[in-house]
């Protein structure tokens, strides 16, 4: 039986903002963006999705966030013997949390938000704690634990997917 794997890191996320007023898009934060992410196989339970969480004790980075592959810019752990999941790791974690704040001054400008990522294999997206978005992972309540639906390889690893977050799950401000 093959295991499939959930990897929540993001190799690489785009936010753009539809300009409500135009027919035109603005870059909140492009692929290469910093993040703070924590890689240690741990269970963060559901509080590390809030606004109000505590980040300050995780690692950072600017993406592209990853694996095994050579266009990686930041290597998350694989597993707990080795870094960057090297061929040797036989039991690698299957979620990664990654927090980015995101500051929009007045969302009434906006029309909507679309999401672009690369994951591998599974994603959940959380706004101000409440999930907008998920991609290969099974229905129900998702865990640290939880595996993706499917394993996601080759071409398809490296084909970015998209996802419109409607603008009411944003508040003026930090989200």
Known sequence: MR???????????QLLLGVAAHAQTQT??????SWRYLDDGSNQGTTWKETSYNDAGWSSGTGIF????????????????TACGSSGCSSKFITTYFRKTVN????????????????D?????????VEVWRDNMPTGTIAYNTNSATTVDG?????P????????????GNN
Request: glycine share 10%; charged share 10%.
């Open 3 to 13: 295991k499939v794997y959930l990897f929540l890191f993001v190799v690489a996320m």
């Open 28 to 33: 909140i934060f492009d692929y290469a963006s």
């Open 104 to 119: 929009i001054p007045d969302v009434s400008k906006y029309s909507g938000i679309t999401l672009n990522t690369w994951r």
């Open 161 to 172: 997917v998209s996802q419109t977050i409607p603008i009411s799950a944003f508040v003026n």
């Open 66 to 81: 990853g694996y095994g592959d050579g266009w990686i810019t930041v290597c998350v752990k694989g597993c707990a013997a």
């Open 121 to 129: 294999d599974g994603i959940v997206v959380y706004v101000n704690g």
């Open 155 to 159: 071409a398809n690893e490296n084909t």
